[in-house]
């Protein structure tokens, strides 16, 4: 019998430079790409701790794009100018067929140009356009962020199921529900004493619930009184908590969006962020979205000392919400009496003021 060589896969660059949300809405994507091309993916560091668990069939350089920083972005001369020159050098020599960016993003196209893609797939700005060979038209503005790598798949021949297809596998048997107080920035928290104080009614309630913070958080969940707040320093270590919570509640942020897609029940307090543009990828999410600002949403640059559009939220409004949440997504995996919201809901006692974790 003749032996026929496997054909090879075209090589295809990715570029998704932001946070680790974005990254889990773009896995279903990721998954889909590799089984018909070479993947690599240009992402922060965070995504090589993401890939074995994700998208094992992508390679994954890791880079931090000076761009990303909240602030001081431009300021050239902090540029990690010569580790570019080698990245240039490095990706260059892969000889990609494509490169695709899902952002509406100059730099983006810039760099899949600068790169050596040949076939380069983006929605332009800005004259980016002259950058790209294939230029795309963007979803409906008000579309969620899921929807432009369901574009970018279409122009390669790929279908994406809707957003509300996505059904990561539902976890079983766990009781303890995770509460997150993290996020990518200040303006996303929502008052950690109001934390603290949602935290102490589910205990009240006999469920087992789990503190985690970011590190800067840490020392305020102590002075609290949680000596076993969890501190996630590495997305590995984030999997971990995850693998052991049923529920999820926390900010809009990456490691709601990574519960989502390991099968987390979440619910999402938003702020100065919309909903429809970056709810968690699970068919059961939930969330309570921000209240009204003239500003929103903002990209987290809040014109006001404190973002009102968060911390207006208050912590009778969220249990209300959150209390059928869990009757629906906790409550029904436990049949102890002692572990179940109770059928009345009770009222919070009277709140202190609000206190930031600075």
């Not at 060589?5 to 295809?12: D, I, Q, V």
């Not at 539902?170 to 008052?191: D, F, K």
């Not at 709601?256 to 919309?274: D, K, M, R, S, Y």
């Amino acid at each position: 019998m003749a032996f026929t060589a496997p054909a090879l896969k075209s090589k295809l660059l990715i570029v998704e430079l932001w946070g680790l949300g974005d990254l889990v809405i773009a896995t279903p994507f990721l998954r889909a790409v590799a089984e018909r091309f070479d993947v690599t993916l240009l992402a922060k560091p965070f995504a090589l701790d993401l890939q074995p668990r994700l998208w094992p069939g992508v390679k994954v350089v890791a880079l931090t794009a000076a761009w990303t920083a909240f602030k001081n972005k431009y300021q050239l001369w902090r540029w990690p100018l010569l580790e570019m020159i080698r990245l240039r050098r490095k990706l260059a020599a892969e000889h990609f067929e494509f490169g695709l960016s899902a952002r509406w993003d100059p730099r983006d196209h810039l760099l899949l140009t600068i790169f050596g893609a040949k076939n380069r797939l983006g929605f332009p700005r800005m004259r980016s356009r002259i950058f790209l060979t294939q230029p795309l038209a963007r979803p409906e503005p008000q579309a969620h962020r899921y929807e432009s790598w369901r574009v970018i798949a279409c122009a390669l021949n790929i279908q994406l199921p809707p957003r509300d297809k996505i059904s990561p596998t539902a976890v079983q048997g766990r009781e303890m529900v995770l509460i997150h107080t993290g996020a990518g920035q200040p303006v996303r928290v929502w008052p950690l004493e109001h934390y603290r104080r949602l935290a102490a009614h589910l205990r009240r309630e006999k469920i087992q619930t789990q503190i985690a913070c970011d590190p800067d958080q840490r020392a305020w969940w102590l002075r609290a009184g949680e000596a076993k707040v969890a501190t996630p320093s590495t997305v590995t270590e984030l999997l971990a908590l995850l693998d052991q919570a049923g529920a999820f509640i926390g900010n809009d942020s990456g490691p709601g969006h990574l519960a989502a897609f390991c099968g987390v029940p979440t619910f999402t307090i938003f702020g100065p962020q919309l909903p429809e543009w970056f709810a968690p990828l699970h068919p059961v999410a939930e969330w309570i979205e921000g209240k009204a600002c003239p500003y929103k949403p903002c990209s987290d640059y809040c014109r006001f000392p404190t973002p009102h559009c968060l911390w207006n939220i208050g912590e009778e409004e969220v249990w209300t919400r959150m209390e059928g949440f869990l009757t629906t997504h906790w409550r029904s995996r436990s049949n102890s009496p002692e572990s179940q919201c109770s059928q009345t809901s009770a009222r919070f006692p009277p709140a202190g003021p609000a206190n930031r974790h600075q």
